[in-house]
């Protein structure tokens, strides 16, 4: 429906004169190509919403990544802040 729709297949239809008496006329040749001609804006679509969706898988992916990276990288410096706390002497008073 995306690719076409009623509002533009309806003005096709009028524009060509396929409509008699009230009757689209589905079986001309101007109404085979219309067809093809939505068939192929609906493929082109439907490929260009899975590669989108691809990417969006992609880019979630390395944000994960890049999380689990930083995540280490905080609990890293937790130790060692940890380990110099506890290693620092106490002073006397």
Not at 52 to 59: A, P, R, S
């Amino acid at each position: 429906m995306k690719a076409g729709g009623n509002k533009a297949a309806k003005a096709y239809f009028e524009k060509n004169d396929l409509i008699q008496s009230g009757q689209h006329n589905y079986a001309s040749p101007l109404a085979a190509k219309y067809r093809t001609s939505i068939a192929k804006k609906a493929e082109s679509k439907k490929k260009e919403a899975e590669e989108h969706e691809v990417i969006e898988k992609e880019e979630e992916e390395e944000i994960e990544k890049a999380v689990v990276v930083k995540a280490k990288a905080i609990e890293k410096k937790s130790i060692i802040v940890e380990k110099k706390t506890v290693e620092q002497p106490i002073p006397a008073k």
